[in-house]
């Protein structure tokens, strides 16, 4: 891809044919038009808000459940990707085309295999999530789609004929899952070599003869899967090996590295509620509607009157998006760090400037916005002595449990949120640790922010964080963000 400062001309109609021919692809060919930078990363932020939604209801729900499908076709819908193949009219309608819809499928994977192939977790993690989101596409297919879908990607599995599916019927009965005399005459079966369904043959789920398989229709997706899993997998590798090339972009190197940890959710840096929630609300507050990473900072910060950097930046900028005002901060850290080892000239002269800029009253007089549950987890994890970070990622399993315990959590709830934790699925052990602790069934939004926590619970409670409303805003310049992340940590760091 290039990049320009405005859209050029599409592409030819023969290419556009041979790349959206079909609503569904394996991305064997890059995309090879002009793009905007803008563009760029409005393709990207809005395939990782699908990807993740796709892992928060694959954990949520059952990946082929009624509920699964309705809340992905929703979110389909919403971000303007393609999702019904019946949707195959190229003309200009009330939005994008589907001509559009499948150009952004197309791009937006290229751009996250750009951002995700940099180490070995991103790679797990986005090979997951885009094989989650083809197995939802290709279970949506018509057996004719399916067929075409095939063709189009020099799969040769073909359907057997009527005939030979009577004369085969016992066998396909009895050794196909759901499958009954009755409905096979309904069903297509596909003739494959049996070394390409290795899984299925191992599990015992098909008919094998003469060196072939007889694979039912909804068994097929197990085969072109793997076939998918493969081919991605083999992509991310020669990409991550050109990736070189791609970083000595000065315009790119930013907003890919920006985007494998980036937050495409709210902005909680400005609240209308500053100045609602008083300093002695802190204490209740921190019990009842607090993440417990801020509720873990919280309490070090009251028993030892002292947080290091990372701590204070983390538990500070939270209370800033919670409503705290400038005056208010100032006076909650002096009055808990003159209980320790620092006395009040100590202080204003060491940390009172950093609240100061942390409010956009020194320096750049930047809004600097709230961490994400993404920037906990994966950046500066905390060392010895440090209280910041994310519990369910930074913590050990057993002290993990011996603070769930602490805090009442049941313990079948207990072992729901190890289980998530086990999973590496830190922000769904989160969400499970606010229903438990809220005792409800179903939070009912995917959690990505602890101020989003906070906001949710007090909306549940009905305290002075309900009915507060937060700016949406994203930042667009990735690299401009990452310099105030810096820029704000050098005024953190401890004298």
Known sequence: MQFYSRRKKLIGNSQTEQLYGHCLQFYGQPPIENIS????????????????????????????????????????????????????????QTGPSEYEKRRKDHISHFILRLAYCQTEDLRRWFIQQEIDLFRYRFNDLPSKNIGQFLQYNNLHYHTISIDEKKKLMDKLVTSSFAVSGSTVDGKDFYKVPFQDALDLVRTRKVYLNGGYVYIPHQDIVTIVLNDFRTRLSKALALTARSLPAVQSDERLQPLLNHLSHAYVGQDYSIQKSIGKISLEQIDPLSAKSYPLCMRQLHRGLRDSHHLRHGGRMQYGLFLKGIGLTLDQALQFWRSEFVKGKVDADKFDKAYAYSIRHMFGKEGKRTDYTPYSCMKVILSNPPSQGDQHGCPFRHSDPELLKQKLQSYKVSPSGISQILELV????????????????????????SLNHPNQYFMESQKLLGGPGAGVKVEVKREDNPEVAAEITEDLDSFFQDA
């Open 422 to 445: 086990k999973g590496m699925h830190y922000q769904l052990a989160c969400q499970k640790y606010f229903e438990l602790t809220h005792s409800i069934e179903d939070s009912g939004f």
């Open 37 to 92: 930078l803008s563009e760029f990363e409005t393709f990207a932020v809005d395939r990782l808000k699908l990807l993740k939604t796709v892992e928060n209801l694959g954990v949520s729900y059952v990946k082929t459940s009624e509920l699964y499908t309705k809340k992905l076709d929703a979110e389909f819908s919403n971000l303007n990707f393609p999702y019904k193949i019946e949707a195959d009219d190229w003309k200009p």
